[in-house]
């Protein structure tokens, strides 16, 4: 089963960064297609960013141009560099394999609160 540890999220003003990493153990980390989600209050949880084995990228829309994802398989880490942050952006952090859904292992998740 899959364990996952994120890290790097806090406080940050409009228009500031964060770079987010994901420890994964318990898969074929190389050869596994990985995505981060966050679950803004009030909200579900929502796919905004993969990256796949071919080191290809996916982006929904409202990040696209401003997060980028990358992996380390050396390290079974994947990170998420978030840049022009803004307060529609706050909201719990997670990542997982790509795709995953809520019947899948999560983690504890990072928290990103940006203020105005």
């Known amino acids: 089963q899959v364990q996952l540890v994120e890290s790097g999220g806090g406080l940050v003003q409009a228009g500031g960064s964060l770079r987010l990493a994901c420890v994964a153990s318990?898969?074929?980390?190389?050869?596994?297609?990985m995505g981060w989600y966050r679950q803004a209050p009030g909200k579900q949880r929502e796919f905004i960013a993969a990256?796949?084995?071919?080191?290809?990228?996916h982006y929904v829309d409202s990040v696209k141009g401003r997060f980028t994802i990358s992996r380390d398989n050396a390290k079974n880490t994947v990170f998420l560099q978030m840049n022009t942050l803004n307060p529609e952006d706050t909201a719990v952090y997670y990542c997982?394999?790509?795709?995953?859904?809520?019947?899948?292992?999560w983690g504890q998740g990072t928290q990103v609160t940006v203020s105005s």
């Open positions: 318990g898969i074929t980390f190389a050869n596994t297609a």
């Open positions: 997982n394999v790509f795709p995953a859904d809520d019947n899948d292992s």
């Open positions: 990256i796949f084995s071919g080191l290809n990228t």
